[in-house]
């Protein structure tokens, strides 16, 4: 069973920084691409950034790059994603979510629950 | 930055029921490359249909979509009350991969 367990959301103050991970069971996790997707609260869905299997191609979503670092690590089946100078509008639940293919170019077949960051003074 | 917009914003029907969903881009998907997800409250999204009409693995057959270029379309061919929930289309041809803001199905 595919499994995507989400971690290290938490209250943090504008400015600083947090770092996600996700934990992948259940498949072969170098075979795939993922991504991070975020949610607010009450409203839709935003993709966040990508990475292929082997992390040559990684990509963001422009209200990320420059703050935001994706990276993956295959001998420990994990994702991550390093934020930094957080600010408000980027509380939401983040969500891990696998490519169905090898290249970072969607769709996201398996997600996580999600991990709720809160970006507030 | 393809923008997705989806309609009607709510869609309020009965179990048995034929739900017609649209999703419409401002500008044509590459390849059909035109996924819809179902996401409910504390649950994992869940993937639907991709490449515009394909189900994806272990998804109930009253679920089909449909559509190209810049229309797409998902049916739920016969409501039950599981299918309760908000429906997203995004486009992955094209980076960012966008999402539209989603269409909220409610069973009576």
């Known amino acids: 069973e595919v499994q995507l367990v989400e971690s290290g959301g938490a209250l943090v103050q504008p400015g600083r920084s947090l770092r996600l991970s996700c934990a992948a069971s259940?498949?072969?996790?170098?075979?795939?691409?993922m991504h991070w997707v975020r949610q607010v609260p009450g409203k839709g869905l935003e993709w966040v950034s990508g990475i292929n299997w082997k992390s040559s191609t990684i990509i963001y979503a422009d209200s990320v790059k420059g703050r935001f670092t994706i990276s993956r690590d295959n001998a420990k089946n994990s994702l991550y994603l390093q934020m930094n100078s957080l600010r408000i509008e980027d509380t939401a639940f983040y969500y891990c979510?696998?490519?169905?293919?090898?290249?970072?170019?969607?769709?996201?077949?398996?997600w996580g629950q999600g991990t709720l960051v809160t970006v507030s003074s | 930055e393809i923008v997705l917009t989806q309609s009607p914003g709510t869609l309020s029907l009965s179990p048995g029921e034929r739900a017609t969903l649209s999703c419409r881009a401002s500008q044509s998907v590459r390849s059909s490359y035109l996924a819809w997800y179902q996401l409910k409250p504390g649950q994992a999204p869940r993937l639907l249909i991709y490449g515009a009409s394909s189900r994806a693995t272990d998804i109930p057959g009253r679920f089909s979509g449909s559509g190209s270029g810049t229309d797409f379309t998902l049916t739920i061919s016969r409501l039950e009350p599981e299918d309760s929930a908000v429906y997203y289309c995004q486009q992955y041809g094209t980076s960012p991969f966008t999402f539209g803001p989603g269409t909220k199905v409610d069973i009576k």
């Open positions: 979510a696998r490519d169905k293919n090898i290249a970072a170019a969607g769709p996201f077949d398996y």
């Open positions: 259940g498949f072969t996790f170098d075979d795939y691409a």
